[in-house]
């Protein structure tokens, strides 16, 4: 998760002596208080291409014309390859994503009002309606992709923007690098990156064998956010 994800999670990281709950929320508070967009360049190969690539077995074959490549400002970019169920989304962060979909889903939140970004995130924590409803917005797009490309082209990252915002000088190193370093909320974990990152499906690398499917007795959810 980039942008929204990846904000929170390191507000929240910095926050290591409060309750888990607690942290939670300040983070998911304070970033939306600080809403800001992020200027990238992202680049996404759709779902149908991969497929076509699968059936004549040339998965070499990816040129650089397959790729839908868009350039603007992002609140999020999620790209998940399995539903990401959770207290606050019960129907997960990409409802019609599944391991056995051989795509991941990417959900693509463009810059918009602080209000008409909480009214997405809201959308998560209804367990009723139609699943669309989560992205029946004119600033969010959802694709099935089989590979992404993020490039973020703002010079000033996410760390050195809340050092000054705090006017904490301790924490800015002297020397700053010459990329800027950009958090990323990667199955929870807090990462720091500062160039571009693809993002690839690697379908058929596993030979699954099974009779059926059971279905599980209780909800199993997961930390992501």
């Given at each position: 998760?980039?942008?929204?994800?990846?904000?929170?999670?390191?507000?929240?990281?910095?926050?290591?002596?409060?309750?888990?709950?607690?942290?939670?929320?300040?983070?998911?508070?304070?970033?939306?208080?600080?809403?800001?967009?992020?200027?990238?360049?992202?680049?996404f190969l759709p779902k149908t291409?991969?497929?076509?690539?699968?059936?004549?077995?040339?998965?070499?074959?990816?040129?650089?014309?397959?790729?839908?490549?868009?350039?603007?400002?992002?609140?999020?970019?999620?790209?998940?390859?399995?539903?990401?169920?959770?207290?606050?989304?019960?129907?997960?962060?990409?409802?019609?994503?599944?391991?056995?979909?051989?795509?991941?889903?990417?959900?693509?939140?463009?810059?918009?009002?602080?209000?008409?970004?909480?009214?997405?995130?809201?959308?998560?924590?209804?367990?009723?309606?139609?699943?669309?409803?989560?992205?029946?917005?004119?600033?969010?797009?959802?694709?099935?992709?089989?590979?992404?490309?993020?490039?973020?082209?703002?010079?000033?990252?996410?760390?050195?923007?809340?050092?000054?915002?705090?006017?904490?000088?301790?924490?800015?190193?002297?020397?700053?690098?010459?990329?800027?370093?950009?958090?990323?909320?990667?199955?929870?974990?807090?990462?720091?990156?500062?160039?571009?990152?693809?993002?690839?499906?690697?379908?058929?690398?596993?030979?699954?064998?099974?009779?059926?499917?059971?279905?599980?007795?209780?909800?199993?959810?997961?930390?992501?956010?």
């Amino acid at each position: 998760m980039f942008g929204f994800g990846g904000r929170s999670l390191a507000r929240a990281e910095k926050r290591r002596w409060m309750t888990s709950s607690r942290r939670r929320e300040y983070a998911l508070v304070k970033t939306l208080a600080k809403l800001r967009p992020e200027e990238c360049e992202l680049s996404f190969l759709p779902k149908t291409r991969l497929f076509l690539l699968l059936l004549s077995d040339d998965l070499q074959g990816e040129g650089e014309t397959s790729w839908t490549t868009k350039q603007g400002q992002y609140l999020s970019i999620s790209v998940m390859s399995i539903p990401c169920l959770s207290p606050h989304a019960p129907r997960g962060l990409a409802p019609n994503t599944s391991l056995t979909s051989g795509s991941a889903s990417l959900i693509a939140v463009e810059n918009a009002s602080r209000s008409e970004f909480i009214k997405h995130l809201k959308r998560f924590g209804s367990s009723s309606g139609e699943v669309r409803a989560q992205f029946d917005f004119s600033f969010v797009e959802a694709h099935a992709v089989s590979a992404v490309k993020i490039r973020p082209l703002s010079m000033t990252g996410f760390f050195k923007e809340e050092s000054e915002e705090e006017g904490d000088s301790k924490s800015t190193p002297i020397i700053q690098p010459e990329g800027a370093a950009f958090p990323w909320n990667i199955d929870g974990e807090l990462v720091e990156i500062a160039n571009e990152v693809l993002i690839r499906v690697h379908p058929r690398l596993i030979s699954l064998y099974g009779e059926e499917v059971e279905e599980a007795e209780s909800t199993v959810s997961c930390s992501c956010i």
